[in-house]
């Protein structure tokens, strides 16, 4: 990711921590947000937010379902500071579901505005989708294991998906 797009992204996340902190909405801290089977949802995030996400992240072990996020441990979120948009601004909270839907709209624009402004190409699927993409790419590597990412990070290429 350049350095053009890397700032960019950051600025659409700036963005929606901004409405979020002006929107105030409630938390229940239950975690059940990043349960997405348990709580009926799917996490969707740009190729933009994998990368940032990946590059901050902790390791974690693969292959990674769609039931999860393998970043939550203990009911916490261990990749807080580069989560993507949609854990930045899904809340449970029933009186805020208008403006939710307003700011993640503004934000998805946002970052496709991005990608046509690069000509990076769009790419937008469920998190599993991204996390275990890197698997893929470093079975090829011998020091690799079949079943995580312990000290191996590959880095993820801006471009179209296939």
Excluded at 17 to 22: G, K, Q, T, V, Y
Aim: net charge negative; charged share 20%; with cysteine.
């Amino acid at each position: 990711m350049t350095d053009a797009v890397r700032a960019e992204v950051l600025a659409v996340y700036a963005f929606a921590d901004d409405a979020i902190r002006a929107a105030a909405p409630r938390c229940d801290a239950s975690g059940r947000c990043c349960r997405f089977t348990e709580y009926g949802h799917t996490l969707f995030i740009s190729r933009f937010e994998a990368e940032l996400l990946l590059e901050g992240a902790p390791s974690y072990e693969q292959p990674v379902s769609r039931d999860g996020c393998p970043f939550q441990v203990n009911g916490l979120c261990t990749a807080r500071e580069t989560r993507p948009l949609g854990c930045r601004i899904y809340f449970c909270d029933p009186a805020f579901q208008d403006r939710m839907s307003e700011i993640t709209e503004a934000t998805i624009a946002a970052l496709k505005t991005t990608a046509d402004a690069h000509g990076t190409g769009w790419e937008y699927a469920p998190l599993h989708h991204f996390l275990n993409e890197p698997r893929a790419a470093t079975t090829q590597t011998p020091t690799a294991t079949a079943d995580s990412m312990t000290g191996t990070r590959v880095p993820l290429p801006v471009v179209p998906g296939s």
